[in-house]
């Protein structure tokens, strides 16, 4: 079973903090790759409720259905790859570790639907103290940016992030995952 611990800090950022980040990064257009994320849960909104998450990431014309899920420290994520989905509206969970832990979670899989898609711009930086990831995301007639930082040690993490942070002089914003800054996108123009 492909699963990993993710820990990982998260920051919005205007749009000039993001140019600027990426300037100093020496970031440049073909450092950005494109991806895609297709969220899922059921009408009752059942992962969320669990703060989990169901997504398929397609990128470099790859498909990975990822479950997120809360874990003691971090998220534990659950991967599993996917030959090509053509058909969103109608996927359902194939069999394999996500569907195991989704019913671990006491999850209905058949009542799992497609909710929509968020495409985001990518680009990553490593560096000693973990992964600088910046995203400029697109859904539902919205754009965001945002800097993430990954790290393997949440202690160590944090404090590079916050310094990262300073040395941009960014202030620190309460910032919510992007399936929940989709959902309420979503709510919004219901």
Known sequence: M??????????????????????????????????????????????????AALRIRRKNGKYVLTLKEPADVGLLETHQQLSEVSDLAGFSVPEGPVKDQLHKLQIDTDAIQ?????????????????????????????EDYEIEFEAADWHEGRQAFEKLLQQFSIPQRETKNKILRFYEEKRKSI
């Open 114 to 142: 497609y909710f929509g898609s968020l495409a985001t711009n990518r680009a990553e930086k490593e560096t000693e103290k973990g992964l600088i990831v910046l995203d400029h995301s697109r859904y539902l007639n919205k």
């Open 2 to 51: 492909s699963q990993e611990i993710e820990i990982e800090f998260k920051n919005m950022l205007t749009k000039q903090e993001f140019k600027n980040i990426a300037s100093a990064l020496q970031l440049t257009e073909k450092d950005f790759t494109d991806q895609k994320n297709h969220y899922f849960d059921t009408d009752s909104f059942a992962l969320k409720q669990k703060h």
